[in-house]
């Protein structure tokens, strides 16, 4: 089945300084890629939609200066949280539609990426 | 945006019996998607289960099984057989055919088998 390979899968980062999570799509490709947060106990936020070649989509609220996506291939997205604050300490969870032209094609979803800034 | 409810945010059965958890949701939408995804303490999100508007018939996968009502906007989501590997926090999903790309996930429900 298709495989959606995070990296890295935590991170510990100080206050200020930026990190950067990659979200690959390991046997398929992925013109649109989904970047979620998940606070714990809770749903699932789209934050944004990256699409290859192109600038992403961010969803209302999220600061897209802050939350920096780059899908520059087909098989890679990546999500970079700039002049990180503990408040953007998070869980991060990427995700890809294999088949992108099938309409009930699922999402699948990466490991996800646990951010702690202190 | 469309809007998807779980009015249970938790969850309890005993392991070998049947639970079923509630979903509903809103849409003006004739022709949609809908999906349960699994989510175990590893935090990794699986696909249980899909099931196309269009299709009248529930769809089944194994002890895994909906209760689609498409005039009640409601897709519940049966296990049969519980065993303690099916513990884990379980999001009902819309994706609609029509506008985009975008899933929405419902709250979720934290399911508990008891041993």
């Known amino acids: 089945g298709a495989v959606v390979s995070q990296h890295p899968s935590w991170v510990i980062c100080k206050s200020g300084t930026s990190v950067k999570i990659e979200c690959r799509s390991l046997d398929f490709q992925a013109t649109t890629m989904f970047w979620y947060r998940q606070f714990p106990k809770q749903s699932l936020m789209l934050m944004a939609t990256?699409?290859?070649?192109?600038?992403?989509?961010?969803e209302q609220g999220v600061e897209k200066d802050k939350f920096l996506i780059n899908h520059a291939s087909l098989t890679l997205s990546t999500l970079t949280v700039t002049s990180a604050h503990p408040e953007d300490s998070s869980f991060y969870i990427c995700s890809a539609r294999e088949w992108e032209g099938r309409l009930n094609s699922p999402l699948h979803f990466g490991n996800g990426t646990r951010l702690t800034v202190t | 945006a469309q809007t998807v409810t779980q009015s249970q945010p938790e969850m309890s059965v005993q392991e070998a019996e049947t639970v079923t958890l509630s979903c509903t949701y809103d849409?003006?939408?004739?022709?949609?998607?809908l999906f349960w995804y699994k989510q175990p303490p590893s935090r990794q999100m699986i696909l249980v289960i899909r099931?196309?508007?269009?299709?009248?018939q529930n769809a089944t996968e194994n002890r895994f099984s909906v209760n689609f009502q498409k005039a009640a906007k409601s897709f519940s989501l049966k296990i049969s057989d519980s065993q303690l590997g099916d513990a884990a926090m379980y999001f009902c999903a819309y994706r609609s055919a029509n506008t985009g790309n975008q899933f929405y996930f419902g709250t979720g429900t934290s399911l508990t088998v008891i041993p």
């Open positions: 849409t003006s939408e004739s022709d949609y998607y």
């Open positions: 990256s699409n290859e070649g192109s600038k992403a989509t961010y």
């Open positions: 099931q196309e508007a269009y299709k009248q």
